[in-house]
């Protein structure tokens, strides 16, 4: 247990479908991180919030839409997906700065 | 960008050996952290090492930032060490910027 949780663990849905990945932390934290696991791959970075606001996006295609309410809390919404965007997605926290990054156990997304 | 390798890519070993992972980086950096992923695929912390020397257990690590390579050192191996261990650094570019390696899948056979 890191401290870091992600609902589902496992999603399958379609091109057409429209759904959303959440994490939470329970840090303590003030930067959260969305990245994306593909096979044969190393993990990607895809977006960096640091309270609440939005510090990086890596030319993520806009089909993906990250939103951080609060410290504490990262949705990743997805739509119109593709079926090479299946892979694991993983959010970390960190305290900011120069500090170490916790993960949680990531979402296994499937796509049709 | 800052480009981060890891070798060997894959490792078999029998269970009570020791062995070294490395990871070379392109550029200086301001954080580097080891990992363990598990066949479920959490990552956990190994280590939070931008310079200097650290142990836990059987588990050490040693970062030299001026020639920029850091090293895992697995020592005993159990069953239970078998996953992907990965080298993730942050370049002094930017904070928060983390660049993972490719990784070394690690079979520890009993």
């Known amino acids: 247990e890191t401290g870091v949780t992600q609902t589902p663990r496992h999603l399958v849905m379609g091109m057409t479908n429209k759904k959303s990945l959440k994490c939470e932390q329970h840090?303590?934290?003030?930067?959260m991180y969305w990245y994306k696991q593909s096979a044969k791959k190393p993990l990607e970075l895809m977006f960096v919030y640091n309270f609440k606001e939005q510090t990086e996006n890596n030319s993520v295609p806009s089909r993906f839409s990250p939103e951080c309410p609060n410290s504490s809390h990262l949705f990743l919404h997805l739509h119109t997906l593709q079926p090479e965007d299946s892979a694991l997605y993983l959010c970390?926290?960190?305290?900011?700065?120069?500090?170490?990054?916790?993960f949680g156990p990531g979402t296994r997304l499937t796509v049709l | 960008g800052i480009q981060v390798e890891q070798s060997p890519p894959d490792l078999i070993l029998q269970e009570g050996a020791n062995s070294t992972l490395r990871c070379n980086f392109s550029d200086s950096v301001n954080n580097l952290q080891w990992f363990h992923q598990n066949p479920w695929g959490q990552l956990i912390n190994l280590f939070y090492i931008p310079s200097g020397t650290k142990q836990n257990g059987r588990l050490s690590a040693t970062t030299v930032a001026t020639e920029r390579y850091s090293l895992l050192y697995i020592s005993s191996s159990q069953t239970t060490d078998s996953g992907v261990y990965f080298c993730a650094v942050e370049g002094s570019g930017g904070y928060q910027k983390v660049t993972f390696g490719t990784g070394t899948k690690l079979q520890v056979i009993p």
């Open positions: 840090l303590g934290h003030n930067a």
């Open positions: 970390a926290s960190s305290q900011g700065g120069a500090s170490p990054q916790f």
